[in-house]
């Protein structure tokens, strides 16, 4: 993803995101196939919240507030955001939209509990994304991995087993709700 440095996490997720998941859609032609869907997310960057619902992939109503019975609940600090926009590090916050299709929303739709993204910058440098699924906070699993790694992922370059059977991805917590994310990134 070419996204500007300087941008700020306002403009990133009111208008920068939503507008990239809008032309994803339409140059994936799968706006059609999540017709009579409605999807629930809300970004929440250390209490600032973000809300997004997208009705049958194709209408958008992006707000500056909560949601209730968001789908996907997702926690960042405004200090890990800033530096992975920074670092052009985004895939793993913004790359669910690279590929929205019926199945990767019926795969949500069926998974509960508490994913948290332990990523590592080539620096160094630590950004940890969590992300509540379906209003549901346990089970748990932590997925840690290199940013590198996880870009590779979300781009479908690789998979959570290679990743996973090559040690570039540990898992901590539990290992059955870990394989049960497998379909949101495959």
Known sequence: MNIPNNISIKELLTEYSPKMAQEM?????????????????????????????????????????????????VMISKEDLEKMI?????????GIQNDLSRAKY?????????????????????????????????PTATFKMKT??????????????????GGQMKIEGDMAFAMSTQPLFT
């Open 148 to 165: 590198t790694d996880s870009a590779a992922l979300v781009r479908k370059e690789t998979s959570p087993v290679t990743l996973f059977m």
């Open 106 to 138: 019926e795969a949500l739709s069926r998974v509960k509990g508490c994913m948290v993204a332990e990523l590592e910058n080539d620096d160094g440098s630590k950004f940890t994304i969590r992300a509540v699924l379906n209003e549901t906070e346990a």
């Open 86 to 94: 920074a670092t052009n590090n985004l895939d793993m916050l913004l």
């Open 25 to 73: 859609l339409a140059d994936s032609g799968k706006a059609a196939e999540l017709d009579g869907t409605l999807f629930k997310l809300v970004v929440d960057v250390d209490g600032d919240k973000y809300s997004y619902q997208v009705t049958n992939g194709k209408e958008f109503d992006v707000q500056e507030a909560d949601l209730d019975s968001a789908q996907a609940r």
